[in-house]
């Protein structure tokens, strides 16, 4: 069994950060573990569980990590976005396999820190979250920024 | 046809610059290929079996005369002197080097083209009816939601890294005459009480596991198009499976919870969505539909001078009515007998572009039966225009018939196959226009795929044909019955296997059978319902 | 025998390992016995080959190396279907060897 300390990153691994507020300093727990302490405020999201059961705690949550195991599974983008949606205000960490090309729909989808498994080239990261100067659609990063989507941009329309 | 803006066109001349700095860091060994081949493929360009292959984007089958012009121009420059025009409407050119790739895509931005989104587990190119805008029986042109999806998929952040690939498909008629049924999610643009709105089918598909998309939501206003798309994919990214490769599509999700329970979360996901704004502005919906008017037709000559048999001939199975009575749309062959299907040299897709200038307001469409349509052609230009298809080995007169075969590029080209696909449809396209009996046997559509994979659509064929290995020979089996029109069904095996041989004798016998047992104007496919397959496997394995 | 195959990285190219260089011609392919992993992983790593892999052929007694498998028959030759585009294409039985 995972003992909580076990578990999560530390804010040494956290190679990017978009935020000014303090980092939690201790591990984060599971989302069942989540569910029963009702002191918890860091929690890791695995790409099966569901970021909806977190949605009645969102306010007193200051860290979700979601995991990606293998970069191909695009699972804890859709949990991103979905606890943005419903008003995570908290540190929302990439962990795991993040490599430089999801950097930038990472960002998209509400992660504001990164803690990828294997260093990245700061010159590439930089470069990559620079990717987009125009976005087709909505996501986190519109509804958070007041950024507008290229469609709003054409009809002086949104944010 | 839309025309990209000065954001459609930056973000194109981005990704021609990003991948070109990607591949010169693969050249240079600052990328494995393990890293660079999820790069390359988000712009189409595969490993294949002789070299490196370009899928390129043709959105919704569409194009002008300055981009067929641009294809064949990159078929003379880069490749061997031809390309190949797709089941879904793209094209692909085989024998592309790596160190040319970049160039290639910024040939290709010049003229509003691209590679993007045309490999990979993400939202592929949406396809619809070769015919949309010039078909009579349509509620209105669905090009226009095809045009906006396109934009709302590309380089979606939460769609990136789906479990597998995905395919839409939009039309706006009764009959479906795009394989609607069979893609990931199809939609279907009707009326109710006067109000436009979409059907939405989910869960449809080839490959390994054929299925047919149950409808979803009969009526999605259209200002929520876009939410209601959000919603379906959002579900699949979410619960679609990811242990195993070949249980990943959305079909399979969608006939594992049912439809009913797959139904009931996308629409709490799109009462959740509706509230986020995701729907972009409905005006930008009434800025592309400016792009898709009429152009200027003219009156003219309503009937059609028959005196020529091969014109007439020609006429009646290439043309197709248009809503307005002076024109036609017309299908340029690309199945010459024992031609390769889907295969245009650079001069001839240079041909068709000059076509489609003089006869057809400039504009092209590429349908997923590998064949090219002249969307808007006036009825007295008809003999002009057939008879210069007809010197440039264009004019094949057999549109839906046992000559009019889909053919995967098989073995031959294809890394995945396990027998050869284009031999067989030349073997059979030169025997039964040998025999005469291709005329007789009317409307039969013959499809060959060279693995399971069934990128030759064998399961909706009325006659179907899958390669596949035994004991490290080409094998074949033949199904029976399969439709992707507005009758959609899919095929049923008839028994054993046969060799190239032996294949090509029971497409024969099939056929003979249904020559025999036919009924008035009954189809192949309609005799093969009304007889069952008893019949047919009597005549075949006896 | 087992002999190694791969792409061209620059040109993507079929290419069969010589004992000393990949070349486009089958018949020039060598027997690499035990040592495939080796040979691939140093090719790979220099960049002069990419995504290599081993196969099992026989060599025939007129010289000609054979792939065991049709798909890499294919490979070698070329598509069947237009015979201008391949290595032999003058060759009316290079079609009867892929088979």
Not at chain 1, 133 to 138: A, F, K, R, S
Request: glycine residues 8%; hydrophobic residues 40%; aromatic residues 8%.
């Amino acid at each position: 069994m995972v003992e909580p300390t076990d578990f999560g990153t530390s804010p040494d691994d956290v190679q990017f950060r978009f935020r000014d507020d303090e980092r939690v300093d201790h591990a984060a727990v599971t989302v069942d573990s989540a569910l029963d302490q009702t002191n918890a405020n860091a929690v890791r999201i695995e790409p099966s569980d569901d970021a909806r059961l977190l949605i009645p705690f969102l306010d007193r949550i200051a860290l979700v990590e979601i995991n990606f195991p293998a970069f191909t599974d695009g699972r804890g983008y859709s949990a991103a976005r979905i606890l943005r949606e419903a008003g995570y205000e908290g540190e929302l960490r990439a962990v795991g396999d993040v490599l430089i090309d999801q950097l930038s729909h990472m960002r998209r989808c509400g992660f504001d820190s990164f803690a990828p498994d294997k260093v990245l080239d700061e010159e590439d990261a930089k470069r990559a979250f620079a990717t987009w100067e125009n976005v087709y659609q909505v996501a986190a990063d519109t509804s958070l920024t007041g950024r507008r989507t290229i469609a709003q941009k054409r009809h002086g329309a949104g944010a | 046809m839309y025309a990209y803006d000065r954001y459609d066109q930056a973000m194109v001349d981005a990704r021609v610059a990003e991948f070109r700095d990607q591949a010169r860091r693969r050249l240079e060994g600052k990328l494995t290929e393990d890293q660079f081949k999820p790069l390359r493929l988000m712009n189409g360009l595969y490993l294949q079996l002789h070299a490196y292959m370009l899928r390129v984007a043709i959105p919704y089958g569409t194009l002008n005369s300055r981009q067929m012009t641009m294809l064949g121009d990159i078929a003379d420059r880069y490749d061997r002197g031809y390309g190949h025009f797709t089941t879904r409407q793209n094209i692909q050119y085989n024998w592309i080097k790596l160190e040319d790739a970049a160039d290639i895509l910024a040939d290709l931005a010049t003229v509003e083209m691209h590679a993007i989104q045309t490999s990979g587990n993400c939202i592929r190119n949406i396809s619809s009816d070769h015919f949309a805008g010039a078909a009579h029986d349509e509620v209105t042109d669905p090009r226009p939601y095809a045009e906006l999806l396109r934009q709302w998929s590309s380089f979606h952040p939460e769609f990136s890294y789906l479990p597998r690939k995905f395919k839409i498909c939009v039309i706006a008629s009764e009959r479906d005459r795009a394989a609607m049924r069979l893609h990931d999610i199809g939609i279907r643009i009707v009326e109710r009480d006067g109000e436009p709105g979409a059907q939405f089918f989910v869960g449809g598909g080839m490959g390994r596991t054929p299925m047919i998309a149950p409808m979803v939501r009969d009526f999605v206003p259209l200002d929520h198009l876009v939410t209601y798309a959000e919603a379906c994919l959002r579900v699949y990214n979410r619960y679609g499976r990811r242990d195993n490769k070949y249980k990943a599509r959305i079909k399979i999700l969608v006939h594992e919870l049912g439809a009913e329970e797959y139904t009931r979360q996308v629409e709490e996901e799109f009462a959740h969505l509706i509230d986020q704004g995701v729907e972009p502005p409905f005006a930008e919906l009434e800025r592309i539909r400016a792009y898709f008017g009429d152009p200027p037709f003219d009156d003219g000559p309503k009937t059609i001078d028959r005196s020529d048999p091969d014109f007439a001939v020609w006429v009646d199975r290439n043309t197709h009515r248009h809503k307005h009575d002076a024109y036609v749309s017309a299908v340029i062959s690309l199945k010459p007998v024992g031609g390769i299907p889907g295969d245009a040299t650079g001069e001839q897709m240079r041909l068709m572009a000059r076509l489609a200038r003089e006869f057809s307001f400039d504009e092209i469409r590429v349908m997923h039966t590998q064949n090219v349509v002249l969307p808007h052609v006036r009825i007295c230009d008809l003999p002009k225009l057939w008879a210069q298809l007809h010197e440039a080995g264009l004019g094949a007169p057999n549109m839906d018939t046992i000559e009019d075969i889909i053919a995967c590029p098989g073995l031959d080209y294809c890394s995945l196959a396990n027998a050869r696909s284009i031999p067989l449809a030349q073997r059979i396209s030169e025997r039964f226009d040998k025999s005469g009996k291709t005329e007789r046997l009317g409307e039969l559509k013959l499809k060959i795929s060279g693995c399971i994979n069934a990128c030759g659509h064998h399961h909706a064929g009325h006659i179907g044909i899958l390669g596949v290995d035994r004991k490290g020979k080409e094998n074949y089996q033949l199904s029976l019955g399969g439709s992707e029109a507005e009758d959609v069904s899919l095929a049923k095996i008839t028994g054993p296997g046969f060799d190239e041989d032996g294949v090509i004798e029971a497409v024969e016998k099939v056929t003979d059978l249904y020559l025999a047992q036919r009924t008035e104007n009954e189809r192949f496919i309609d005799t093969y319902r009304r007889l069952g397959m008893e019949p047919f496997k009597e005549a075949l394995y006896g | 025998m087992k002999i190694l195959t791969g792409n061209d990285l620059r040109t993507g190219a079929v290419v069969w390992w010589t004992g000393e260089f990949w070349s486009s011609r089958v018949d020039e392919a060598v027997d690499v016995g035990d040592r495939a992993e080796e040979i691939m992983a140093a090719e790979e790593a220099a960049r002069r080959v990419n995504v290599p892999y081993a196969i099992e052929a026989t060599r025939e007694a007129d010289g000609h190396v054979r792939p065991a498998h049709i798909k890499d028959r294919v490979r070698a030759l070329g598509p069947t279907v237009r015979p201008d585009l391949t290595l032999k294409p003058q060759d009316p039985e290079a079609l009867d060897w892929v088979i």
